[in-house]
């Protein structure tokens, strides 16, 4: 047990990634695949921890300028281990020796083997939390609660790659809840190389050079209190041709930087610094007529998409 919970505080240092070259689109989805395998042996085989919750955050969501990197559900009822593994580490400020603040209060992480942690947290402080040892899958774990950084009844769970060193997007590796709704575009904007933000229906020319797209955009479950989340992909083009693409199925965690996928690995900073929109790319436009076209799709492959005519100057 503590040699398993010195590993894990070794992993939690390591929050980013120095090498940013552009990895082969093909041999990042086979290391997914293959991670989803050593958890499991197929997606039908990991459950979410709730069977009943109304989820109101999901991973890659905009978190004043940072990215969420899990789900966060609200509930008041029990949590269960989405699948067998050791207990790796436990949190619980209702005990003198852990009563330092946690922004994730009360919490649990399992260890399922070849380096993948499931991480439970913001459980009831009226409980202790006791468990040790090995979880079975649908395990009771505690009840959800209001604890650490969180203003809401309920509880977070997320993925952590120790081999990979990268947070995973539990609906990559769990059937995501039910959706037939398309994701929404709330507006595209372009920005200058000095800041200026351009709405590209309210200009009738732009100059050329160069522009950052920002796109606030995002996806919506039916339920009782409809829940603004974040899309799983968002792609800019220009006369056809990809000018940047975003997708929020890991983020790379080495070194203090976290990394987003966005045409290669690039600092999180640079995705997310306007809240609550998204900078997807950057495009050099020229003299004459161009199209830009933005392209929003979900996790369960509903899309929206939107198209500009500009006239650059």
């Not at 085989?45 to 559900?73: K, S």
């Not at 009831?124 to 203003?151: H, P, R």
């Not at 997708?247 to 600092?267: E, H, Q, W």
Request: proline share 4%; with cysteine.
């Amino acid at each position: 047990m503590r040699e398993k919970a010195e590993s894990w505080s070794r992993c939690v240092k390591n929050t980013g990634v120095k090498n940013t070259g552009v990895k082969n689109a093909g041999v990042k989805a086979a290391a997914l695949m293959g991670m989803i395998l050593r958890l499991g042996g197929g997606l039908s085989a990991i459950d979410w921890p709730v069977t009943d919750a109304a989820i109101y955050a999901n991973f890659g969501e905009n978190d004043q300028g940072r990215p969420f990197l899990g789900a966060a559900f609200e509930s008041e009822g029990p949590i269960y281990a989405c699948e067998t593994g050791d207990v790796l580490f436990t949190h619980d400020p209702a005990r003198r020796s852990s009563r330092l603040p946690s922004p994730l209060g009360a919490w649990v992480a399992l260890d399922h083997g070849d380096g993948i942690i499931s991480i439970y947290s913001r459980f009831d402080d009226a409980q202790n939390v006791s468990i040790s040892g090995v979880v079975e899958k649908g395990q009771y774990l505690a009840s959800a609660g209001q604890t650490g950084w969180s203003e809401r009844q309920g509880f977070s769970f997320s993925f952590f790659d120790r081999k990979e060193r990268r947070w995973v997007n539990p609906s990559m590796l769990i059937t995501p809840q039910e959706d037939t709704a398309a994701p929404v575009i709330a507006s595209v904007e372009l920005k200058d190389s000095g800041g200026k933000a351009i709405n590209p229906l309210q200009v009738r020319s732009i100059s050329q050079g160069r522009y950052v797209v920002s796109v606030t955009a995002w996806d919506t479950l039916r339920t009782e209190q409809e829940q603004l989340l974040a899309p799983y992909r968002i792609r800019s083009s220009i006369n056809g041709l990809e000018a940047g693409e975003l997708k929020f199925d890991t983020f790379s965690a080495r070194d203090g930087i976290l990394m987003v996928y966005c045409n290669g690995l690039v600092p999180v900073q640079r995705i997310y610094g306007a809240y609550p929109a998204y900078e997807t790319g950057e495009v050099w436009l020229t003299r004459g007529q161009a199209t830009l076209e933005i392209l929003v799709q979900d996790i369960s492959g509903n899309s929206k998409s939107a198209t500009y005519k500009l006239q650059i100057e």
